[in-house]
């Protein structure tokens, strides 16, 4: 952890409505940056540190499920590696399609905020990772790493997305609008998706391009970004995506940590007996026992053999447990 981060970051801000933390927020971030609400839905809070600037956009509503303290994700980050932090957040899920939050972004475009900084990085997760791709385009040169993220709910494009048909009042056809086009200025970016869930994997389409590197991760499910955090591999790799060290083989390699993952296990289990796949079943229960034994795995193993003998499926050795 670097020694010189902002003391900023150390405040808890916990058990705070909307309104309480951003005003609290206020208060802890008069020194080293701001916080500027961004009208009633939005704000953005910035801790200035090292020429490194994390720009992070996240919901105040996901906050509780990440930190105890309530503080925005990218403030762990930024505290490791002593970078700068800009956090773009919303009251509720918004997508950040707000004229106020498109002129926080044309200022810091015309001040040459962006410019200050030798490297910027974007990140964001789901509605947030539309927002990180979208406004991207006002650092020319950023690198922008997403997990999940919409394209647009425009259902021009998206009419086969269903999952958010109340929020196509918005407007995604203005200023900063269809998040792939955005990336055409970034240096490079890292997206990451779970192609089990057909709305991410065609979302993930249509954010093809030669400086997009895309990684599937099977049967992480809806919440990919809290499962990452769960096997404690986010901020991993976004510290090697900074360092120009995240390769697909570095991806990979790393990813290897959900095999260790209870949640993850048990949704490859339910994938794979909803698809009768009883040899891959019994192997998998097999490599779970040996770790860690469980009423779960140890029925599923059992119905597997049953299974099996049934309708004469060779099957891996039986082993004791």
């Known amino acids: ?8 970051m150390d405040a808890s801000l916990a058990g705070l409505d909307w309104s309480k933390w951003l005003d609290r927020m206020q208060q802890v971030t008069d020194e080293d940056g701001f916080t500027e609400p961004l009208g009633e839905n939005h704000a953005a809070i910035l801790v200035e540190n090292n020429t490194t600037l994390l720009v992070t956009f996240e919901c105040f509503e996901d906050l509780e499920a990440q930190s105890n303290e309530l503080q925005p994700f990218g403030w762990k980050i930024a505290r490791t590696n002593g970078w700068s932090h800009l956090c773009i957040t919303s009251k509720t ?14 200022r810091m475009v015309d001040d040459g905020f962006f410019d200050e900084f030798d490297q910027v990085i ?23 790493f997403l997990i999940q993220p919409q394209a647009t709910l425009d259902p021009r494009l998206a009419e086969w997305d269903q999952r958010y048909r109340k929020e196509r009042r918005r407007d995604f056809t203005t200023r900063y609008g269809f998040a792939p086009d ?14 089990n869930i057909e709305e991410d994997a065609m979302h ?11 990684f599937r991760m099977r049967h992480m499910g809806g919440f990919l970004d809290r499962g990452l ?4 591999i986010l901020e991993q790799l976004i510290n090697n995506f900074a360092a120009d060290t995240l390769t697909l083989e570095k991806l990979a390699h790393i990813y290897r ?7 993850y296990l048990k949704g490859l289990l339910f994938r794979l007996e909803d698809e009768g796949r009883w040899y891959q079943i019994a192997r998998l229960c097999q490599h779970v026992m040996r770790k ?3 009423p779960r795995f140890r029925r599923a193993l059992r119905t597997a053999y049953e299974r099996a003998e049934q309708y004469g499926i060779a099957m891996p050795p039986k082993e004791s447990f």
């Open 182 to 195: 955005m990336l055409d200025a970034c240096e490079k970016g890292v997206l990451l998706y779970d192609p």
């Open 229 to 232: 955090m769960r096997v404690e």
């Open 257 to 263: 940590a959900r095999r260790n993952d209870v949640p």
């Open 204 to 214: 993930s389409a249509l954010f093809s391009r030669s400086n997009i590197m895309r």
């Open 292 to 294: 860690r034994p469980g």
């Open 1 to 8: 952890m670097s020694s010189d981060y902002p003391q900023a």
């Open 93 to 106: 899920t918004t997508w950040f399609r707000e004229p106020r939050v498109y002129g926080f972004f044309d």
């Open 122 to 144: 974007f990140y964001g997760a789901g509605s947030c990772g539309y927002a990180a791709a979208a406004f991207s385009v006002a650092a020319p040169g950023a690198r922008v």
